[in-house]
């Protein structure tokens, strides 16, 4: 079986090229493939291979103090879902192009609501001060097209850049509500989260996690569909089973 994991963290990295050409180098000695995406303000991963190699990878990059508290939400298959290693040097680890949105700029993360107190949320119908629950869904319309949680508000976007200006119509609307911005893994849904709060939006939190963090610790309770994932699986269901397992064409 195939080990498959995804990771981010946001921190601050000044030398970005040469973290890239060691993670390559480790990466590419562990038999990994996948994507490792490096920038000043953090790094983001989706790596897949032999469940002991790529723990090991993990357990290296854990070693330096800026990569300790790195959580990886995983999953398996049947077959390899990339076809290749690819390291990339970026100006963010997912672009928005907005300023206030990375934690090193606002000085710490958004707040978040944890996957079992979301699912309590969703339940129940409101959080716990008994406002109206929204989700907010910061993907795009080809990703929440597998699926998402029910009942959220989705935006018809194709890249994440796009979103403050769909979002700015339902905005009004949101007043009254608790907000929980969601994503695949977390990055997107916290930037939105830490972007709108700035710009004056202060009932938004982030869905720690994600969608993926979600399926891990309390399944698909109020969620309809799959997760769209990156890779040949195309999507994991609400038991990180995948849609499709054939391997990636090499």
Known sequence: MILNIAAYRFVAIEQVDALAERLRERAEHAALRGTVLIA????NLFLAGEEAPLRGFLDELRANPRFTSLHAKESWSAAMPFARLKVKRKDEIIAFRRERASPLQAGERAPAVDPP???????????DGAR???LLDTRNREEFGFGTFRGALTLPIDNFTDLP???????????DATVVSFCTGGIRCEKAALWLQADGMHNVLQLDGGILGYFEQVGGAGYDGGCFVFDQRVALDPQL???ADGGAVA
């Open 165 to 175: 200006g769909a979002l700015a119509a339902h905005r009004e609307s949101l007043r």
């Open 241 to 243: 089973q995948p849609l």
């Open 40 to 43: 000043p303000e953090g790094l």
């Open 117 to 127: 107190t979301l699912a309590r949320w969703i339940a129940q119908g409101h959080d």
């Open 132 to 134: 109206r629950l929204v």
